[in-house]
């Protein structure tokens, strides 16, 4: 089995066992491969552990549903994702998120940790890895993994509003981020989601697409309205935000992108707003 597919066929275990008490060993086991070879790949590809994905999976989950079902108690919301106690769950739901789930209900919802899917649709070369991981992986499967991200609601909203501009961001200089620490990396997605939504208006959708890139689908046809939300949001370039005592700075590129007067196909709008990523940054 090639790396990729040893990804894909993961994602799509997790994905269907987020509610059961599944193991690493339990994901390996249906993956036909050892646990130290599928470890080492997603330390590689995600650069979490298999059990830390599984968690933030949980708690992508458990967020949407404590934002969209505010009269629920937050411990039917624990039990449905394996957690005995408010207790445990909270802990679990703020090294995620930050703060709390009763202060969750209060924001706006941000789709931080989307779904990973096979990592085939973004046109990458890959090389070759070696299978026991004794081999350094090539960047190019790091590269392709990092962006398939499933961007299927992103897709449905956008068929249905039909032509409405799109504004593009990557975050500046993120692997410096994340050399001061992983806290500091998530804080930092954390904040660009933040200055997006700030930026937006009522009816606009901040997504994820990619390790960090996000896009913004605005409610409008009017590309100098896009270009209004980008504007606002380069204005807060520089700006820091607080991470264990330290300011980080953090620095995005934004960009606005359409695809208007034809029907565009998933993998075709995908690859769309990666492209105008990367001409921005160029």
Not at 13 to 19: N, V
């Amino acid at each position: 089995m090639s790396n990729l597919d040893l990804l894909a066929d993961s994602f799509e275990y997790i994905e269907a066992h987020l509610r059961d008490n599944i193991r690493t060993d339990d994901i390996a086991a249906a993956c036909h491969c050892s646990r130290s070879a599928l470890e080492k790949l997603f330390l590689y590809v995600n650069k979490i552990s298999v059990h830390d994905y599984i968690v933030r999976r949980r708690m992508m989950l458990a967020a949407r549903r404590i934002n969209r079902n505010p009269e629920e108690s937050i411990l039917d919301v624990a039990l449905e994702y394996g957690y005995s106690s408010n207790e445990a769950f909270t802990r679990a739901f703020r090294k995620v998120w930050y703060c709390n789930p009763s202060e969750f209900r209060k924001k706006r919802f941000m789709e931080l940790f989307p779904k990973l899917k096979r990592p085939m649709e973004y046109p990458y070369r890959i090389s070759s890895c070696a299978e026991d991981g004794a081999k350094a992986m090539k960047g190019d499967l790091y590269s392709m993994a990092r962006k398939s991200v499933d961007i299927s609601e992103l897709y449905d909203f956008f068929t249905e509003r039909k032509d409405c501009c799109f504004v593009c961001c990557d975050i500046e200089k993120m692997m410096s981020i994340n050399e001061i620490s992983r806290k500091a990396g998530e804080l930092g997605i954390i904040e660009t989601v933040r200055r997006m939504q700030e930026a937006a208006g009522d009816e606009d959708v901040v997504f994820r697409i990619g390790g960090d890139e996000f896009c913004i689908l605005t409610n409008s046809q009017d590309e100098e309205y896009a270009k209004t939300v980008a504007d606002k949001i380069l204005r807060h370039n520089g700006e820091t935000y607080e991470c264990d005592g330290r300011d980080v700075p953090l620095t995005l590129w934004a960009t606005v992108t359409g695809f208007n007067g034809r029907h565009i196909r998933y993998n075709e709008l995908f690859v769309g707003l990666h492209t105008a990523i990367e001409n921005c940054k160029a």
